[in-house]
């Protein structure tokens, strides 16, 4: 009478079930040195005035991104603005730095949309 394997906990996490690999059935070297062809060819990003440009919106050109972190609060006060005025958030913000500027001295801006 043969004992039943003892169970190892090592096995059962490392299983192809456990990790989702599945064991890779032996390859010729011949097979192995022949490439094998892509079944897509790679998407290439739309690339304009030199290396490294993505493309982006007309609106865009030539502007920089300002990133600001605001409450949850103050962010849905914002938007309530915008949607009271029928402004999106891109307008309620440059009519903010717009005020800002102005009160600084610093002229205003013009609308860019």
Not at 35 to 60: F, M, Q
Not at 69 to 93: A, C, S
């Amino acid at each position: 009478m043969s004992a039943a394997p003892r169970f190892s906990l090592r096995a059962a996490v490392n299983d192809s079930i456990s990790t989702g690999r599945r064991e890779e059935p032996a390859v010729d070297e011949a097979e192995a040195a022949e490439p094998v062809p892509s079944l897509k060819p790679p998407k290439a990003a739309t690339k304009l005035r030199g290396e490294g440009k993505t493309k982006r919106s007309a609106t865009r050109e030539g502007a920089r991104g300002i990133t600001v972190w605001v409450e949850p609060e103050i962010y849905r006060m914002i938007k309530l603005v915008g949607l009271d005025h029928d402004m999106t958030t891109q307008d309620v913000m440059m009519e903010a730095i717009s005020d800002l500027l102005a009160k600084r001295g610093k002229g205003r801006i013009a609308k860019t949309r």
